[in-house]
């Protein structure tokens, strides 16, 4: 076989049975591998190369030494086609051999990775699907092509698991290796939430990979075992503080590594720490800037090896030893004796083992959290003067002598007392019972930190201080601070959490809809302002009544030839100043039909943020022309007919929703209130064309910069047609649509269409409308996206499943034209329901979870939307008033 090898080549060098093309084809493969620097040396290499390797392994084949650097396989297909082609070899002489190799050098290097890829797919049993390599299959497809007639491709169902199991991506371990981390983070994460393994990994990978929390509960809820929006978010907030342990765990350990003080048990330590609190716990020896601490100072003066002797070998150790009378620290046996166990209580605070069994020795006793009135709130109370103003300890009375178990404190209580305590009017102390110590303090001497060996008594007593030591000076008020902690992080939690409850109830309230309304903001000297907004809110009127003065009969007057001129049969009161009596008077006149022949009726809603509302650049730009104070009550009106839509122009902080705003962690606030906006108006959605740039922004996948490019294609080219064309706006990527083409709407009507206002250049044409303005810079084409309307984009149907929808209706003899009727709504039903939704799922291919989103689209009628059904805004059915001038029982009107 070697020779005949050597003969082939020899001859193909010296062209005898071989064609000149040959060599030439064959030639450039090698120096094409060979470029760059060196190339003269990597060409002699490569031809030495082969020779080496036959007389290594002779039974490999020359042509596999060319194909090596050019696409490297597997090693089992290797043996496979080499096996095969030494068989080949064996069954035939020297000279077919020869002819042989040459026909396999004729091959370019291109064809000959052909040949062998489908050879390797028939020896596994696959059907070849292309000439291609597979894994050039694999680049060239697209990774986000959402079309409207092409089913989602099963590659990608299989990666995220619709059944429900966890998706094969980046698993914990890899995670952890990244984090460099002892612990498992899909693990602790876990344990730390509450939440299944499997569901943790893959809401891991998903939010990795810049998924939006609402796409991922809408459009992948198989994945995370049907979780709402809530549960995903706390399970963020934990992987997040995870990772900020992770990340300030290698900043620190970079730092000891800098200043030459780092070892393998401190690195280790910091690697097992779990939270902030463990983290500054192991680092507070080492911090610039902090005191040196005593065991720091009895290392450098080497007493650590003493202190260690002590518990290894005791019979060997002698403290007289370390005694040097001109060394500070050493001069005495008192001075050795305390540095030792200064070094002992350090290494008993800082042992995991240790730690944890104290924690279960607190587990098991009543720990109290104690609160009472600091001597200096009331000091301060008898010293202060008539000019001063003194603290208001009356407010705290009910914790001034305040005791509870840490396991049944509340979380307004917890919240209450550290305010309290900022304020320096409480103090606050956790209390661990005595007992505790008592047993930690046996358990150290007698079992983890027992001397390996005889100690003498007097050795016995410095490892009994150390332990004592530890316990009082080291471990307590680390216990005592990671109670405090806790517990303010679960009241914290608790108060976003009721934050985020009610900001989605206000958010999610049934809008007014087709009517004509009158918003009223109430006051006394400077009178009520008036906003009269058609059924789009747009402004019809403003104007300013006083109807608490001596002329109300004439403001009547004139209030009720506002209400006949524009036909308003609903008034919207705010709840601020002068609410109540204004009430009463709306109140007293509908009683006494003022408003005939107008069935006029009233509600009451919250006006907090109108007045900051009123005054921010975005009312200034929206209403340039208003007073602020008739734009409060513009905004009062305008919460009634859509309070998703103004309510969104107000920061949430301001809305007035929840308690203790101001002694939460504001940044975790903040995040927990925007990730609610964009929730709610995600899951309600967007017409495109009619939507504001201020809502537009909070939809998932959108920010301000993305929502402003998209009102400015608008406005120059007209509506959006379809999904697809939001393709063509500027700085909307293939992910961004992935996350927010579920959550917008293409209204499709006509009138909308028509009277929609151009810019300038703008024309009604489809054409038109599909065209972006030429740029000289790299633009967006249009050449691939449709300019057809299509009715699945009014539903909440993602354009990734518009496949499995046009399956779904073939297969049950539907068409896009009945999309919305009873009759479709029938036919669907009538499918689901004979056939199973599971079975359907599988018979198109898809999870049960997709199928239904798909079957929920169909069904539901034009314009759904899912605050239909909620409670609209009215004061309680019976609401009894006392006027002022006389005492009148008068039944509120509601809507």
């Known amino acids: ?56 392994k002779p039974k490999e084949p020359k042509p596999k030494a060319v194909r090596k650097p050019r696409a490297p396989r597997a090693t089992k297909v ?8 030494e068989d080949e070899k064996n069954e035939e002489n020297v000279s077919a051999a020869n002819c042989c190799v040459f026909q396999r050098q004729s091959f370019s290097m291109d064809q000959a990775f052909s040949i062998s890829t489908a050879t390797t797919g028939v020896l596994l049993g696959e059907e070849p699907s292309s000439s291609k390599p597979t894994s050039m299959v694999k680049k060239e497809e697209p990774e986000d092509d959402f079309t409207f007639d092409e089913p989602a491709q099963k590659k990608q169902k299989t990666i995220t698991a619709p059944q429900g199991r966890p998706i094969k991506l980046k698993s914990g371990n890899s995670l952890g290796d990244e984090l460099q981390m002892t612990w498992d983070l899909i693990k602790v994460l876990a344990e730390k939430s509450g939440v299944k393994e499997w569901v943790c990994s893959n809401i891991v990978n998903l939010l990795r990979d810049e998924n939006t929390i609402p796409f991922i509960v809408r459009y992948r809820k198989e994945l995370i075992n049907h979780m709402d929006a809530d549960a995903v978010r706390d399970v963020q907030l934990v992987l997040e503080e995870l990772c900020s342990v992770a990340k300030k765990s290698q900043s620190i350990t970079q730092t000891l590594k800098k200043e030459g003080v780092l070892t393998s048990e401190l690195e280790q330590a910091l690697q097992n720490c779990r939270s902030a609190d463990d983290l500054d716990h192991v680092y507070a020896p080492y911090k610039k800037g902090s005191k040196l601490t005593k065991a720091r100072r009895a290392k450098q003066l080497g007493l650590e090896a003493a202190a260690l002797a002590l518990l290894h070998s005791p019979q060997t150790l002698d403290l007289h030893s370390w005694i040097k009378p001109n060394t500070e620290g050493l001069s005495t046996l008192e001075e050795v004796s305390t540095g030792v166990e200064q070094i002992l209580a350090d290494m008993i605070a800082k042992d995991g083992e240790t730690l944890t069994y104290v924690r279960s020795l607190c587990d098991r006793s009543n720990v109290t959290l104690q609160s009472t009135v600091s001597k200096t709130a009331l000091k301060e109370q008898q010293q202060t003067d008539q000019k001063s103003k003194p603290k208001d ?22 919240l209450a007392i550290n305010r309290g305590e900022n304020l320096k009017i409480l103090s606050v102390k956790v209390n661990i019972p005595d007992w505790v110590k008592t047993d930690f303090c046996r358990w150290c001497v007698s079992v983890r930190w027992r001397p390996q060996g005889f100690a003498r008594p007097e050795l016995m007593k410095i490892l009994n201080a150390a332990v004592e030591d530890s316990y009082k000076r080291l471990i307590m008020p680390l216990l005592c601070r990671g109670y405090r902690t806790k517990l303010t992080t679960s009241a914290e939690k608790e108060s976003i959490a009721m934050f985020v409850r009610n900001l989605r109830q206000r958010l999610l309230m049934c809008p007014v809809r087709g009517r004509v309304i009158l918003g009223v903001d109430p006051g006394y000297r400077h009178g009520c302002k008036l906003a009269i907004l058609s059924p789009t809110s747009q402004i019809l009127h403003t104007d300013v009544v006083y109807l608490h003065g001596s002329g109300r009969n004439r403001e009547a007057d004139k209030l009720r030839h506002l209400m006949l001129e524009y036909s308003c049969q609903t008034v919207v009161i705010g709840n601020g100043t002068a609410c109540r009596e204004t009430e009463a008077f709306f109140a007293d006149l509908i009683k006494n039909g003022f408003f005939r022949p107008l069935d006029v009726s009233y509600c009451i809603t919250s006006e907090a943020g109108a007045s900051i509302y009123s005054v921010s650049p975005e009312a200034v730009k929206e209403m340039p022309d208003l007073d602020p104070n008739l734009r409060s009550a513009v905004s009062i009106g305008r919460r009634v007919q859509d309070p998703l839509a103004e309510l969104v122009k107000i920061a949430p902080k301001h809305i007035g929703i929840g308690t203790y705003q101001h002694d939460v962690s504001q940044s975790l606030l903040k995040a927990a209130l925007d990730g609610v906006v964009q929730e709610c108006v995600s899951f309600v959605g967007v017409d495109i064309n009619i939507c504001s740039e201020t809502l537009m922004r909070h939809v998932a996948g959108l920010n301000a910069g993305r929502a402003r490019s998209i009102v400015e294609w608008r406005e120059k080219n007209g509506p959006f047609l379809n999904r697809e064309q939001l393709k063509l706006v500027k700085g909307l990527g293939p992910k961004s649509f992935q996350q927010c083409a579920g959550f917008v709407r293409i209204n499709p009507d006509c009138e909308v269409l028509c009277s929609y206002s151009y810019g300038s250049g703008g024309s009604a044409d489809s054409t038109a409308a599909v065209k972006p303005a030429a740029k000289k810079s790299k633009a967006k084409t249009s050449s691939s996206i449709s300019n057809h309307p299509n009715p699945l984009d009014q539903t909440c149907i993602h354009p990734e499943s518009y496949g499995i929808a046009m399956r779904f209706l073939s297969q049950i003899g539907g068409s896009l034209d009945q999309l919305g009727s009873a009759e479709l709504r029938q036919q669907v039903e009538s499918s689901v329901r004979r056939s199973g939704l599971e079975a359907l799922a599988q018979y198109l291919n898809t999870s049960a979870e997709t199928l ?44």
């Open 1 to 56: 076989m070697i020779r005949s090898c050597k003969l082939s080549l020899c001859l193909s060098r010296s062209g005898c049975p071989v064609s000149e093309e040959e060599p030439e084809e064959w030639l450039p493969e090698v120096k094409e591998k060979t470029k760059g620097r060196g190339r003269l040396k990597k060409d002699e290499a490569a031809e030495k190369k082969p020779a080496v390797k036959r007389a290594a």
């Open 393 to 414: 300890i009356s407010k705290f009375s009910l914790y001034s002598e305040f005791s509870c178990n840490i396991q049944r404190i509340q979380h307004h209580q917890t």
């Open 852 to 895: 239904q989103l798909i079957v929920d689209g169909l069904t539901q009628p034009p314009g759904f939307d899912i605050r239909q059904g909620k409670k609209e805004p009215a004061p309680p059915q019976h609401y009894t008033i006392v006027l002022p001038a006389q005492a009148q029982s008068i039944t509120s009107i509601l809507i």
């Open 78 to 85: 290797k043996k496979a086609v080499d096996e095969k082609k």
